[in-house]
């Protein structure tokens, strides 16, 4: 076989194509494993298909004027791994709900079996299964509005309770 030379005195061999070739292949498959390169969905349909797939993509997505961030990160141990983020809230949002919330994200594992219920819509179906600041914001604002309920309701359950008490047994 006849090595051809270049102006510089470099020398092309077959062999050093398909290192080449190989090493940018390799570099390639390692690259998409890893989850350096991920598929970007632009509808909610492309994502619930790589969702039941749990291949690895992301999806941004407008909810009740808050600009949310979905990133499945691939499967592992049975779980599918999933980022949400909370990216931006509507304009208009009071600026301690923007302290509280924006910016946050949480990590879910979803059991595989899980994965088919699971919506960008229904939140609530998948948050049993994730963890990180979005979800103890989501959490600290229903404390926050079920204490509002109890105290807005604390004379009329003190005035039940009197009642009671005062009725005897």
Known sequence: ??????????????AM??????VILLTVFFA???????????????FQKELQKCGMSTYSKIHNYNYYTYTIKGSSGGNC??????????AGTPPEKIALFEGKDMDCKIPMA????????QINTILKHC????????????IEKLYTVVIS????????IEDTLNKGP
Request: aromatic letters at 10%; a positive charge; hydrophobic letters at 40%.
């Open 1 to 14: 076989m006849k090595k051809k030379e270049a102006g510089n005195g470099f020398r092309f061999t077959w």
């Open 17 to 22: 194509i398909l290192i080449v070739a190989t």
């Open 32 to 46: 998409y494993y890893f989850g350096l390169v991920k598929k970007t969905c632009g509808t909610e349909e492309c």
């Open 81 to 90: 791994k999933l980022n949400i983020r909370l990216a931006k809230m509507a």
């Open 114 to 121: 899980d994965v088919a219920g699971a919506t960008t819509d």
């Open 131 to 142: 963890t990180g600041p979005l979800k103890e914001a989501m959490y600290e604002q229903i």
């Open 153 to 160: 309701n604390l004379g009329e359950i003190m005035g039940s």
